[in-house]
């Protein structure tokens, strides 16, 4: 995501490196490589103008402290521009009828529907909602059907009528059917349209009007750049949307629509979507994708998303067999798929402050945990639980259910070893303890 745009930025303050204060001229520069940057990201030519401009004024007008050297200070003053770029501040979906109903409206091939069971599932598992799916695209072949596995995969109701054709009337019946059966939220499906489609762009208006939402999001295909915002703009002028969901934030986007849209539309970005996981979809944090522009990392995000895995009764659990050094391999399979549902692995590695440059080269597969899990799954039950057991004949038979070598079978038990040992440590030592029992830095091997 945006690692582009964050290697040019960076070469652009090491003009100021070295330098040991701002003048008009190191000034001009830096921020023309920056504008020159934005451009190459697809910004909108007027919004990286503006941007730099603005930079540039406060960069003028501001003391710079010693103790700030004038690199970190255009940082600094970019990374605030950027976070305002994009909006301030995070913008929160306003729900307040019940049912409240939130319409989808976007091109076709945006990923609208996939968002619609993302935007469900995190509704029920963060929100403790109980929303209901309606299938309104009554165009696109197997559309759906298409919304129905969606509704499956994430345990959430779809509504839908395969025979009829007015999306007013499919849509009026599943608010009545929600208000009947007590969901609180419904989620509007409609088909993809080009701006330029008066008919279809005529439906959906009148869809709008007819049913009222509380929200009208636009989902827009973030690798589509600035055509992403060009296309906001016209479905903005006829819909009048709340807010912008930019999807496939994890394809190799340039980042200018995230960028730029905000500006053109003044409409906020609520969510985005950064993979093809039902888990993959966050809430947009102005503030903290500035940070990622900027290659800091984004750890709070990072923290949120371990946090939604979390299940503090497992966690006791688990800390009670660390104790006793009893933590075995189904624990083992039950953190790797924790893990797997975090999301992308590049990009969770990519949360990390000064991780993301140093693999951005680096091909990082989501099946890393394959062979892993595979060599798990050929263990018999008992063998999870009592590692110990497993000798060379054992081991030789899992290799070969398993698909993968003894070496890799004998390596995964070393580095299990490895694990549970230091787990035994962590838990029985406490962190003060760790630190006592460790040598002085000074006798520290170099």
């Known amino acids: 995501m945006f690692e582009n745009l964050s290697e040019r ?9 070295g330098e040991g204060k701002i003048t008009e001229i190191n000034v001009a520069e830096t921020l023309k490589d920056v504008r020159r940057a934005l451009l190459d990201a697809d910004v909108n030519y007027k919004v990286a103008k503006t941007f730099t401009d603005t ?3 406060k960069a003028m007008g501001m003391n710079v402290l010693t103790a700030v050297k004038p690199g970190q200070l255009m940082v600094k003053l970019v990374h605030d521009e950027l976070a305002e770029l994009m909006g301030g501040t995070a913008a929160e979906l306003k729900l307040e009828n019940r049912p409240a109903i939130i319409l989808m409206s976007g091109l076709q091939g945006s ?17 403790h909602k109980r929303p209901l799916l309606v299938a309104c695209d009554v165009y ?47 989620i509007i499906d409609t088909a993809g349209r080009l701006a330029v489609d008066e008919e279809m762009m005529t439906e959906i208006a009148t869809l709008k009007e007819a049913i009222r939402p509380d929200e009208t999001l636009f989902v827009v295909d973030s690798m589509t750049g600035q055509d992403a915002v060009n296309t906001a703009k016209e479905f903005n002028d006829r819909l009048d949307f709340d807010g912008v969901v930019l999807t496939k934030l994890d394809g190799d986007t340039r980042g200018g629509a995230a960028l730029s849209i905000r500006t053109v539309v003044t409409k906020p970005i609520k969510f985005i979507g950064t993979g093809e996981k039902m888990e993959a979809i966050d809430v947009f944090h102005p503030s903290r994708m500035a940070d990622r522009i900027l290659g800091m990392g984004d750890v709070v995000s990072l923290v949120e998303r371990a946090q939604a895995q979390f299940d503090e009764e497992e966690a006791r659990r688990l800390q009670k067999k660390i104790a006793k050094n009893k933590f075995d391999f ?23 402050p000064g991780v993301g440059k140093q693999i951005k080269d680096l091909d990082i597969d989501d099946d890393a945990f394959k062979s892993i899990e595979a060599i798990i799954q050929s263990m018999t039950p008992k063998e999870r639980q009592n590692p110990d057991i497993l000798n060379q004949s054992r081991r030789l038979r899992i290799a070969k259910g398993s698909g993968t070598s003894i070496q890799e079978v004998n390596r995964l038990l070393k580095q299990f070893d490895q694990t549970r040992k230091m787990m035994k440590m962590v838990s029985g030592m406490g962190m003060r303890g760790m630190m006592k029992g460790m040598p002085p830095m000074s006798k520290m091997p170099h």
Do not use: C, W
Not at 9 to 17: A, D, G, V, Y
Not at 112 to 120: E, I, R
Not at 330 to 352: H, V
């Open 55 to 57: 930079v540039k004024q």
């Open 330 to 352: 189904d624990d083992f399979l039950g953190q790797i798929q924790q893990i797997k549902k975090m999301g992308n692995l590049k990009e969770l590695a990519s949360m990390i």
């Open 9 to 17: 930025l960076e070469r652009s303050f090491k003009i100021l490196k």
């Open 140 to 186: 696109r072949p197997a559309a759906i059907q298409q919304l129905h596995v969606v509704g499956e995969q994430v345990g959430v109701d779809v509504y839908s009528e395969p025979d009829n054709k007015n999306v007013v009337e499919i849509a009026t019946n599943a608010i009545r059917k929600a208000k009947q059966e007590n969901y609180n939220i419904v």
């Open 111 to 127: 990923g609208k529907t996939t968002f619609s069971g993302k935007l469900a599932n995190m509704l029920k598992t963060k929100q």
